[in-house]
């Protein structure tokens, strides 16, 4: 990845003047909050705020992502991009033009996290299922190479293969954009394919940002929180990619890194973070008692961020914790708090991991709840409207919702729906790399085989065998 002042003088910022102009005479703040307004009018979930605002008017933002687009298109009607004074998408991307075999950035080495979007509100979606620059983003990513390839791209220089930096480097803009950069990245790989197969080259530039941290030094202050901040949400990151692949003790380990690095750096909304995702761990690997600990942990620092939505996603991982131990009562007191949070909406405070937190996910995590006490029509209820409420393009949580519906139809003793929706996450798979969500079908089919005169169970105990073996193959 090139260094900030390499992009800089690539593609100069230019003013958008155009864009200005639509903000008339009410403040960056003001509009702000007039974004997130239409945001929520069309279903969409923005962090914008004064500083985003003006990073689009000083040219900083040459191309929102399709969030963002979809706001802006919705609130000006009848403008395009470019009439909003943005540069077309396929000019930011590279798409529109191919550099000649001899031309001089043709010889540019490849990197693992080539340009992309502007990634300003959390995870960023896409136009299909085929969509090119997810593809062209995870052949990237998975033809990386070595920690010296990594570290090339997060800017770093570092010795080769040594995962260390010089004594005393020098730490700057460029090289905590590109740990911040990282991140998003690899939540825009996850979003679109899932872990598996992602997460051992995402280690890569995890260790070059510790590395950093460890010999770097910063005239600035801000600049330290920064990378301690983004060094650990890529460990939570790269935490996730391991617990979504079924490697749930290296997840456990990177998220007391994490945990470890907001700590250290008196970061609370990291920290929160940290223990939100350790507890989501703790109830998959059976640690109920833990779940419940962790979550409130995540809570009392959660405090210090004033998000709402924050609070009620911890107050779900609460309540599934308090689900496994089946405590009914307790549970319930979880979600009723995780609602009444939810409700108050969405804050400019809301960290921007938390984009994936809307109304599909708060269903998904209830159909979790009740299906762990045993209540499968309920949460068959629950991930019936996760999945319903899903947008297509996050094509991962959508096999999500629907592996979690199949699991819970063939449980409630629907085997029939259950089918139909286990055919529904089988043809999702080809896209969508996840052991989890594996897990969760084969035990769905070991529910249905005793029912295969019902109708659709045995295609789809069939599909599901030849899909398994093609995995294994490969």
């Not at 996603?313 to 496994?324: T, V």
Request: proline share 4%.
């Amino acid at each position: 990845m090139a260094s900030s002042s390499q992009a800089s003088r690539a593609h100069p910022a230019h003013p958008n003047l155009a864009f200005r102009r639509l903000r008339g005479s009410r403040s960056a703040g003001e509009f702000a909050t007039a974004v997130r307004r239409a945001a929520r009018e069309i279903g969409e979930q923005v962090s914008c705020d004064a500083r985003y605002i003006g990073r689009v008017e000083s040219g900083e933002i040459r191309c929102p992502n399709y969030a963002y687009e979809r706001v802006f298109l919705h609130m000006f009607p009848g403008l395009t991009l470019t009439d909003l004074g943005f540069t077309a998408r396929e000019d930011v991307r590279g798409r529109g033009r191919r550099a000649a075999p001899d031309a001089p950035e043709a010889r540019t080495p490849a990197t693992p996290f080539p340009p992309c979007r502007p990634f300003d509100d959390g995870r960023p979606d896409s136009d299909s299922d085929s969509d090119e620059e997810s593809d062209v983003l995870r052949r990237a990513f998975m033809t990386s190479g070595s920690v010296t390839v990594a570290a090339a791209s997060l800017g770093l220089g570092l010795a080769s293969g040594s995962g260390s930096v010089p004594a005393q480097r020098r730490v700057g803009e460029a090289e905590v954009g590109a740990v911040e950069e990282a991140v998003r990245r690899i939540r825009l790989l996850d979003d679109r394919h899932g872990a598996d197969g992602l997460y051992r080259r995402a280690a890569q530039p995890l260790r070059a940002a510790y590395a950093l941290l460890d010999a770097g030094t910063w005239s600035r202050r801000s600049t330290a929180d920064r990378l301690h901040a983004g060094a650990g949400e890529l460990a939570i990151s790269v935490g996730w990619l391991a617990h979504d692949s079924g490697r749930l003790d290296d997840a456990r380990s990177h998220y007391a890194e994490a945990l470890a690095t907001a700590r250290v750096a008196g970061d609370p909304g990291l920290e929160a973070h940290a223990f939100c995702n350790t507890s989501f761990l703790a109830r998959d690997a059976g640690r109920y008692r833990e779940a419940v600990r962790t979550a409130q942990a995540g809570r009392r620092a959660a405090r210090q961020v004033a998000s709402p939505r924050l609070l009620s996603l911890l107050a779900l991982r609460e309540a599934g914790g308090w689900a496994g131990l089946g405590d009914r009562a307790a549970c319930e007191q979880s979600l009723a708090r995780a609602h009444a949070y939810f409700e108050q909406g969405a804050s400019p405070h809301d960290p921007e991991w938390m984009s994936f937190f809307a109304e599909p996910e708060r269903e998904a995590l209830q159909a979790q709840c009740w299906a762990a006490l045993g209540d499968f029509r309920r949460a068959a209820h629950h991930a019936r409207r996760a999945a319903a409420l899903q947008d297509h393009r996050f094509t991962r949580n959508l096999a999500l919702y629907r592996a979690e519906l199949a699991a819970d139809l063939a449980r409630a003793g629907a085997p029939d729906e259950a089918a139909a929706a286990g055919e529904q996450v089988l043809a999702l798979l080809g896209d969508v790399r996840s052991s989890r969500i594996r897990t969760m079908l084969a035990d769905t089919a070991r529910v249905l085989a005793p029912h295969r005169r019902a109708e659709g169970v045995a295609a789809f105990l069939d599909h599901h065998a030849t899909a398994t073996r093609r995995v294994s193959r490969a």
